[in-house]
């Protein structure tokens, strides 16, 4: 006999599965995302079955691992930039050929992400700066406009390198195809007029437009082309057989994916997450994307990640759960399997048009408003957006992250010591110099690094405290350090307090570490208690520290 339990929780199921508004929602998300997927497969230069088979593997996988109730994982425009070149320094003309190298790619980065959240590293791109990002995105998003030229005047180009394509775009100025400019340049206009009417989603109205023409007026004999045969037999599993020094050269190339998919998905996970207090599960979703990515690789899929655009139109329409996103994927599934012919119809240019239109959403200078009020973040992300530009996608990325990287060990490897004084009647001890009002103790001289201690910074640190204690004009008898910014201690931190104990005893004074961490605590005591017993390493506030160095220097007041 069923438990109650039982029942209740079948019913619940049940009751989110025919959950009538984010059945509603998903329609309108389908209207958006299979548009999105047929443009984006032409971005990274693959037939447009690539692009379905990532957005059925991503709305399907994520919604039933991830941990986003608005998060759509769907192909990304930047994915498809960094996909597209990879696969074209791997891969020759055959279009079977870019299949199996872009189903390696994707797979590897499947990989890398469940790599990734087994070791629980899911608050990596925390280290990629805001600025840095931004640029980048900007940058890319002038990329996608620049190459998507090619299919909106109808003629091709076959460089790589961004200022040779212009070249060869404006080489090119005779041949350029007036019908394909006119249906890309009223695909535009039309989605930037349809985006006033709430809940309508654009892209599939200018598809059916587009269908609509093709239906009616032979385009192809204008020279418009049209996206023509989707191979939907081509949707089998298959393990791409590569030697292990190509699966390295494609693990290496899928690093940068990585990077972009998880900083595109986590920003948009976190954003929504924190706008509707939802709790934050990184390393869960570093698992769903891994098998997101990890399934549609297989199936010869694109990458695919949580896009902020689809992210934002998903909690924008109403979405309650995570079923948004499987009743997407299922309506895809209906759509192709009863309009695929009129699929086959869209034009090209139509496509071109809406990966334009969503570019030019991105590329506001509204964005970097609050980094350019600061000089520093203002070069950031200029020099971000140039590498990407001038460099390439690739190179732009591994420069983009380099510059994260730079920032981040500049600001803890610096090195500087705040001396404290009491602040008025209290027991605080404050800088002196951020506050003048500030006193310090008779006798004794505190200090505090304004950086946690580790092997880049002690040395100059402990300097600088020597310094401040040989300039001090005032008789001292104690120092206090106060190392509460200190997490841990690697040896080479333990060799430069060792020789600051040193000193100190020289200079005849007594010293005292207050506000220790417990494993600094602990490392400190095994290391260097035995060696230096008249060193004091307390865990208590600097208040106990300067009690406690009265009585060591006045017993007879204690």
């Excluded at 190459?147 to 076959?158: D, E, F, L, Y």
Aim: contains cysteine; aromatic residues 10%; glycine residues 8%.
């Amino acid at each position: 006999m069923t438990q109650p339990s039982e029942k209740a929780s079948r019913f619940r199921f049940f009751r989110n599965f025919l959950n009538w508004p984010d059945l509603a929602v998903g329609i309108s998300i389908a209207g958006l995302l299979l548009p999105q997927a047929l443009a984006y497969s032409s971005i990274g230069n693959l037939p447009a079955q690539a692009g379905i088979i990532a957005l059925i593997a991503g709305l399907l996988c994520y919604g039933l691992l991830g941990s986003s109730r608005f998060a759509l994982v769907s192909p990304t425009s930047s994915s498809a930039v960094v996909l597209a070149a990879a696969t074209a320094s791997l891969a020759g003309g055959s279009t079977a050929h870019k299949l199996l190298i872009a189903g390696g790619l994707v797979i590897a980065a499947g990989v890398i992400f469940l790599l990734a959240a087994a070791t629980r590293m899911g608050s990596i791109t925390d280290f990629i700066a805001r600025p840095v990002l931004r640029g980048f995105t900007f940058g890319l998003a002038i990329v996608i406009i620049i190459k998507q030229m090619a299919p909106v005047v109808g003629i091709q180009s076959q460089y790589d390198n961004l200022f040779y394509f212009m070249l060869d775009l404006a080489y090119q100025f005779e041949h350029w195809n007036q019908p394909c400019m006119g249906i890309a340049i009223l695909t535009v206009g039309c989605l930037f007029s349809l985006e006033k009417i709430k809940n309508l989603p654009g892209g599939i109205v200018v598809i059916l437009l587009g269908i609509i023409g093709s239906l009616f007026i032979d385009l192809p004999s204008y020279g418009v082309p049209l996206v023509g045969s989707i191979s939907i037999e081509m949707m089998e599993l298959k393990i791409p057989v590569f030697s292990l020094r190509e699966w390295v050269n494609l693990f290496e190339l899928s690093l940068a994916m990585v990077f972009i998919l998880y900083a595109e998905s986590y920003g948009s996970i976190r954003s929504f997450a924190m706008k509707h207090g939802d709790a934050i599960a990184p390393n869960r979703d570093l698992f769903a994307l891994g098998i997101s990515n990890l399934v549609s690789g297989l199936f010869q899929g694109m990458p695919v990640g949580a896009g902020y655009s689809a992210t934002a139109a998903n909690e924008a329409y109403g979405a309650k759960t995570r079923m948004s996103g499987i009743f997407s994927m299922l309506i895809t599934l209906v759509v192709l399997a009863t309009a695929l012919p009129y699929i086959e119809r869209i034009p090209q240019p139509v496509l071109a048009g809406i990966v334009v239109y969503t570019m030019l959403t991105i590329v506001k200078l509204s964005t970097f408003e609050v980094y350019f009020a600061w000089k520093n973040d203002r070069l950031i992300a200029i020099v971000s957006i140039l590498a990407v530009l001038f460099l390439g996608v690739l190179q732009g990325l591994i420069i983009a992250v380099g510059i994260s990287i730079l920032i981040m060990l500049r600001q803890i490897s610096a090195s500087t010591v705040s001396e404290l004084g009491r602040l008025g009647q209290s027991h605080d001890f404050v800088s002196m110099t951020a506050f003048p009002e500030a006193r310090p103790v008779s006798g004794v001289l505190i200090m505090r690094p304004d950086q946690g201690l580790f092997f880049a910074n002690t040395e100059r640190i402990l300097q600088q405290a020597r310094q401040i204690l040989a300039t001090h004009t005032d008789p001292v008898h104690t120092v206090i350090l106060s190392l509460e910014l200190t997490n841990d201690m690697d040896t080479t931190s333990l060799e430069a307090l060792q020789d600051f104990f040193t000193y100190v005893a020289e200079q005849e004074k007594s010293l005292i570490l207050a506000r220790l961490k417990d494993p600094v605590y602990g490392i400190l005591q095994f290391s260097l208690g035995k060696e230096f017993p008249d060193v004091s390493m307390s865990r208590l506030s600097v208040e106990r520290a300067v009690r406690l160095a009265r009585v060591k220097n006045h017993p007879e007041k204690s």
